[in-house]
C-alpha cells in the first residue's frame, strides 16, 4: 500500500482544474454527486463575488474508477472553469497569442503576486495570480470528499463552522454539536448563532459598501477518530504537525489552533490537560477503546498521536487581498507609485474556509488512517482496522 497523497494542475481561468490521488484502496464507491455535493458547499457563501455565480462546479471522472468503484490505481479527475470561454486568448497556451498589452503588473499587498514574480521572474503577475488563487481549492475539496467518503465507511465524521466574522463572535454555548452542525448548514454564513449571523452580514456589507474585505475564524471537528494515528517519533508524522501545515496552505490562512490553542498558554496546567478515565464495560455510545477524557483541551491529539477523543482545529483568516477601494503598491515595469490592481473577487469566503478545512483535514486524517491501518483493498482495510479494535478493546 503505498503513501496516500494527490496533485493538483489548472490555473484560475485555465480551462480545468485536474487531480491525480494515489493510494487509495480498491473498493471504494464513489459516485459524482457525492463529490459534487461537497463542491457546491464550498460556493455558497454570502459576501462572495461574481465567480460563484457562473461557476457551477462538477467532477468528471477520468481514470482509476470501474463501475463506481476504485481500482487501486491512481484516481484522477477533473472540474472545469465555465469561465473559460472568456479567457481563451487570455490564457492561451499558444505563443502567438501573447499579448503584453493585458500584462498585470501593480502587485496587490497581501497577496502572491510580488513574491511570486520576484521568485519566478516574471514580468506580468498574471502568471502568478492564476495559481495562487483559492479556485485551487476546488480541486483540494474534490479531494477531502474522496477522503470523507472514505472515512464515513469507519464511522468518522466532519463538521464545521463559523466562529467569527470581521471581530463579530458567535455564542454556542448550550449547544451540541451536532446542532451546531445542522443549524451551520442552513447558514449562509456556516453560523449556527443567528443573532450573531445578522451582526456578521451587516459587517460584510460594510465593507463592501468601502470597497474592502473582512476575514474570521473557523473550527473543524472530526468525531470517531482512533487513538493511534500520527507519531511521536518523527517531527513529519506528528498528526497536529501535519494537520496545522495543511489548513496553514489555504490561502489567506494565517493562524492555526487546536484544542485549547492558545488560551492553552494563559492557563495554569491543571486547568489545561484532560484527565484520563477508564469505563471496563461496553455501553451504547461509548469509545471501544475504553480510555477516555471529560474534557478535551487537547484538542484530541497528544505527543502527535490522535487520543481517541474528536479532533478539534481552527483557522484564522486574513481578510482577502483585493480590494475594490485598491491600496499603494508600485508598478512592476515603471517602479512609479501606482494603485494596485483590482481583479474580480469576494467580500468575505469565511464561510467557503470551512468547508475547504474541513477537506484537507480528510485528507490528513485519510493518510494518517492508511499509514496505520492500509491494506490494497478496503476489505483488507476493514480487518486491519477491526482487529486493532478488537486489541484496544482488551488493552
Not at 294 to 321: D, W
Request: aromatic share 8%; net charge neutral; glycine share 10%.
Amino acid at each position: 500500500m503505498g503513501r496516500l497523497k494527490f496533485l493538483t494542475a489548472g490555473e484560475s481561468h485555465g480551462k480545468m482544474l485536474t487531480v491525480i490521488i494515489e493510494g487509495l484502496p480498491a473498493g471504494i464507491e464513489l459516485r459524482p454527486e457525492d463529490i459534487n455535493r461537497e463542491l457546491k458547499r464550498r460556493q455558497i457563501s454570502y459576501g462572495c463575488g461574481a465567480r460563484m455565480t457562473i461557476e457551477s462546479d462538477e467532477v468528471e471522472f477520468t481514470a482509476g474508477l470501474r463501475w463506481g468503484k476504485t481500482m487501486g490505481s491512481p484516481l484522477s479527475f477533473s472540474i472545469a472553469n465555465k469561465d473559460w470561454v472568456n479567457w481563451q486568448k487570455k490564457m492561451s497556451i499558444n505563443k502567438e497569442d501573447e499579448d503584453q498589452s493585458i500584462w498585470v503588473t501593480r502587485p496587490r499587498p497581501g497577496h502572491a503576486d510580488l513574491a511570486g514574480a520576484l521568485k519566478y521572474d516574471q514580468k506580468d503577475v498574471r502568471n502568478i495570480l492564476e495559481r495562487s488563487s483559492a479556485r485551487e481549492t476546488a480541486a483540494r475539496v474534490a479531494v477531502g470528499a474522496v477522503c470523507k467518503i472514505f472515512l464515513r465507511e469507519f464511522n468518522i465524521y466532519f463538521y464545521s463552522y463559523v466562529i467569527a466574522i470581521g471581530g463579530i463572535k458567535a455564542d454556542y454555548s448550550g449547544m451540541s454539536l451536532k446542532e451546531i452542525g445542522a443549524k451551520a448548514e442552513n447558514s449562509e454564513l456556516r453560523c449556527a448563532d443567528e443573532m450573531a449571523e445578522i451582526r456578521m452580514k451587516t459587517r460584510i456589507d460594510e465593507a463592501r459598501q468601502k470597497g474592502d474585505t473582512v476575514g474570521g475564524v473557523v473550527e473543524i471537528v472530526v468525531t470517531g477518530v482512533p487513538p493511534g494515528l500520527g507519531s511521536h517519533v518523527h517531527w513529519d508524522r506528528k498528526l497536529d504537525g501535519r494537520i496545522a501545515q495543511s489548513l496553514m496552505s489555504i490561502q489567506a490562512v494565517k493562524g492555526v489552533e487546536i484544542g485549547l490553542g492558545f488560551e492553552s498558554a494563559a492557563r495554569f496546567g491543571s486547568q489545561v490537560h484532560d484527565e484520563i478515565f477508564y469505563s471496563p464495560h461496553e455501553k451504547e455510545g461509548a469509545p471501544l477503546w475504553r480510555f477516555f477524557r471529560k474534557t478535551n483541551n487537547a484538542g484530541g491529539i497528544e505527543g502527535g498521536i490522535s487520543n481517541g477523543e474528536p479532533l478539534v482545529v481552527r483557522c484564522a483568516m486574513k481578510p482577502i487581498s483585493t480590494l475594490m477601494q485598491p491600496l499603494k503598491s508600485v508598478d512592476l515595469l515603471t517602479k512609479k507609485a501606482v494603485e494596485a490592481t483590482v481583479e474580480r473577487s469576494d467580500v468575505c469566503r469565511v464561510p467557503s474556509l470551512a468547508v475547504i478545512g474541513e477537506a484537507v483535514v480528510a485528507f490528513e486524517v485519510a493518510r494518517a488512517f492508511l499509514e496505520k491501518f492500509g491494506g490494497d483493498s478496503l476489505q483488507e482495510v476493514y480487518s486491519n482496522y477491526a482487529h486493532y479494535l478488537e486489541r484496544l478493546k482488551n488493552f
